[in-house]
Nanobody, 115 residues
Framework: QVQLVESGGGLVQPGGSLRLSCVFS????????VGWFRQAPGKQRELVAS???????QYAASVKGRFTISRDNAKNTVYLQMNSLKPEDTAVYYC?????????WGQGTQVTVSS
């Protein structure tokens, strides 16, 4: 059973921007805090940003000021606007509820920041 679908990744130059989207099932999205996670090769998965149902947000220090998480409750969708991208942002990005649930991990969407 697919509970969420991520999209929007791609290859971008340093300093560029991408907008990721994640569509959740309504029953999950309506009651849960959600977030974006990322995992780079050789590194542990980390929480990048989170947002509550009432739109209270938190960010990892590494992305604060550059990334913006938002949600549209009517569309059951969470977004991650990524600006001023750096090579170290390269990773597979995943969405999930917060705290994460193992059976909700999807395929993720690859973000590659490179010249």
């Amino acid at each position: 059973q697919v509970q969420l679908v991520e999209s929007g990744g791609g290859l971008v130059q340093p300093g560029g921007s991408l907008r990721l989207s994640c569509v959740f099932s309504r029953i999950i999205f309506s009651i849960k805090d959600v977030g974006w996670f990322r995992q780079a090769p050789g590194k542990q998965r980390e929480l990048v940003a989170s947002i509550t149902h009432t739109k209270i947000v938190q960010y990892a220090a590494s992305v604060k000021g550059r990334f913006t998480i938002s949600r549209d409750n009517a569309k059951n969708t969470v977004y991650l606007q990524m600006n001023s991208l750096k090579p170290e942002d390269t990773a597979v990005y995943y969405c999930n509820v917060v705290p994460e649930r193992a059976n909700y991990w999807g395929q993720g969407t690859q973000v590659t920041v490179s010249s």
